[in-house]
């Protein structure tokens, strides 16, 4: 894992080491760093290369970024997924005592589609109908697994018994685990849309005002939201994780511009 911060570079994982980082509790001897303490004090940050545009930007692949604005922390990466090392980072700003964003509460939140919908439901964003089921479906509906290695990245549009069987098949593991489904009306489309810190470019402006709720709610400043689209309207379908490598270069801009503080928060 990469991870840049605005400020001073550190040359190596051992220096680190030896200047533990100011923003964690010194340790007496003998005892160990916890694994939250280590993802922090074990992290290299590399220089920035310059090269081909994803390098020159230092928006490398599982590289991470973390953005101090009037005290508040902000932590910039691909996935927050639980148990990887953005979710750690989280975690160590929080127990001591940093403002941070997201939260970890926030990320957890925000990949479990029912969850996620129902908290964006009461703070007036407007959402998709879901409900949960092991084998019944309307159709046509968009189906998303909730078993435990499932992800909001993998959702399924099926409009037809046979095709609606064979996903839940697959998603349940033949019944053992419920799925999310989302009745969408004949015609409606299912779109993807990249927030950047709550704002969007390129196509995606049509739900900027959605993004902007999105953001201020779980503050996640990179994450691609699920749309459906009937007519004009559009309603959230999920969160989920956004890779560097599949972000418009509009996108890359806009997300460039907060990292390198021409964009302000």
């Not at 639980?82 to 979710?87: M, Q, V």
């Not at 990320?107 to 129902?118: G, K, R, T």
């Not at 309603?235 to 503080?261: H, K, M, N, V």
Request: proline content about 6%.
């Amino acid at each position: 894992m990469n991870i840049r911060r605005n400020g001073p570079v550190r040359s190596s994982s051992a220096a680190a080491a030896i200047h533990p980082s100011p923003l964690l509790p010194v340790l007496p001897d003998g005892q160990e760093e916890n694994p939250v303490q280590r993802t922090l004090l074990s992290a290299e940050i590399p220089e920035v290369r310059k090269g081909n545009s994803h390098r020159e930007n230092g928006l490398l692949r599982d590289s991470l970024h973390i953005l101090e604005r009037d005290g508040i922390w902000h932590v910039v990466s691909e996935d927050y997924s639980y148990k990887t090392e953005p979710y750690y980072t989280i975690l160590a700003y929080e127990l001591i005592g940093k403002n941070v964003r997201p939260s970890t509460r926030s990320v957890l939140d925000a990949y479990v589609v029912p969850i996620c919908l129902e908290r964006a439901k009461l703070a007036g964003i407007p959402v998709a109908e879901w409900g949960i089921a092991q084998g019944f479906v309307p159709l046509p509906s968009v189906i998303y697994g909730l078993n435990y290695f499932a992800t909001s990245a993998d959702f399924t549009v099926v409009g037809d018994d046979v095709k609606a069987k064979e996903v839940i098949a697959h998603v349940t593991n033949k019944g053992k685990y419920p799925f999310c489904y989302q009745k969408i009306a004949p015609g409606a489309t299912v779109h993807s849309c990249v927030s950047i810190f709550g704002r969007t470019a390129g196509s995606c402006t049509a739900v900027a005002d959605i993004a902007a709720m999105v953001y201020e709610l779980f503050s996640i400043p990179l994450v691609t939201m699920v749309m459906i689209r009937e007519g004009s309207d559009f309603r959230l379908s999920s969160l989920s994780p956004t890779r560097f490598s599949r972000i418009s270069g509009d996108e890359r801009a806009l997300l460039f511009a907060y990292l390198s503080q021409q964009e302000f928060l």
